[in-house]
């Protein structure tokens, strides 16, 4: 994609959503059930959902931000749902459309919760373990074909099959899209609760396990590339931030 169409795609959500051409993730899918997030912008009395609560459609432009874990402080609101959700299915988050970024990686995690509920459980205390993630696709990191930009293809969502080998229990899900076209990189991460059943017995090792905070660093090679250096236009290598993924 060139820089003119990106610009068109920023003006086009620009004009419509009346807001920056940023966002997150506002819905979900699971199973044919679709599960409304959390309303940002909306008064915080009342709202309902699985989804923890988030701050702002702006990015989160430090790897090592308090929030990084969730877009949020972390904590569950008086109306916090929990969804049902059968290993080896598939969950969908839905990010705004048209998601005007398509330059960076994809990323899913999960966290167990300690006792037998998420609620009231601060994310950033959790220890994090990734079970899906999309690089660049093909192509150079200069002009490539991106997770991000699969996931616009996919109607602005993604789809991370909860993996059959992870234990029964209850977690927070974190989908998160990485924005590279301009440094710092911008972080959208959004978490929800959810309860997994007909697990498996396959725990993650320690290596990949991390903490959000903790998991990224401002200096990781995948959130500091240039897009639009010399070295970039034969880069087809990216290297993938954060953790070794679950079950490898
Ligand atoms: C695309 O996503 C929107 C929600 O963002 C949803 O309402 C719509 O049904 C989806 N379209 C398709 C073809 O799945
Ligand atoms: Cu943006």
């Known amino acids: 994609m060139f820089a003119s169409q990106l610009v068109a795609l920023a003006v086009i959500a620009l004009s419509m ?96 919760c300690p006792g037998s509920s998420c609620d009231g459980v ?29 996931m616009i293809d996919d109607n602005s969502t993604w789809t991370t099959t909860i993996p059959s080998s992870v234990p029964s229990g209850s977690y927070l899900i974190r989908f998160e899209t990485v924005a590279l076209h301009s440094l710092p990189a911008q972080f959208y991460p959004e978490c929800a609760q959810i309860d997994i059943t007909g697990g498996g017995d396959l725990a993650p090792t320690s290596d990949q396990l991390v903490k959000f905070p903790g998991g990224y660093s401002n200096d990781d090679p995948g959130f500091t590339v ?18 070794p993924l679950y079950g490898q």
Do not use: E
Request: net charge negative; with cysteine.
């Open 17 to 112: 959503k009346g807001v920056k051409a940023h966002g997150g993730v506002l819905s979900y899918s699971n199973n044919g059930q679709l599960y409304n997030g959390w309303a940002p912008y909306n008064s915080p009395d009342g709202q309902s959902t699985i989804q923890r609560p988030w701050a702002t459609y702006n990015p989160i432009q430090d790897a090592t931000d308090p929030t990084i874990a969730c877009n949020d402080d972390g904590t569950s609101p008086t109306g916090q749902q929990t969804a049902t959700v059968a290993a080896g299915s598939d969950v969908t988050a839905y990010w705004n459309q048209v998601w005007p970024h398509p330059y960076g990686p994809m990323f899913t995690y999960l966290a167990q």
């Open 226 to 243: 240039d897009l639009y250096g010399t070295q970039a236009q034969t880069m087809t290598d990216y290297p993938m931030p954060g953790p």
């Open 122 to 150: 601060n994310a950033a205390d959790l220890d994090w373990f990734k079970v899906d993630q999309s690089g660049l696709i093909s192509g150079t990191v200069a002009d490539g074909y991106w997770g991000s930009g699969k």
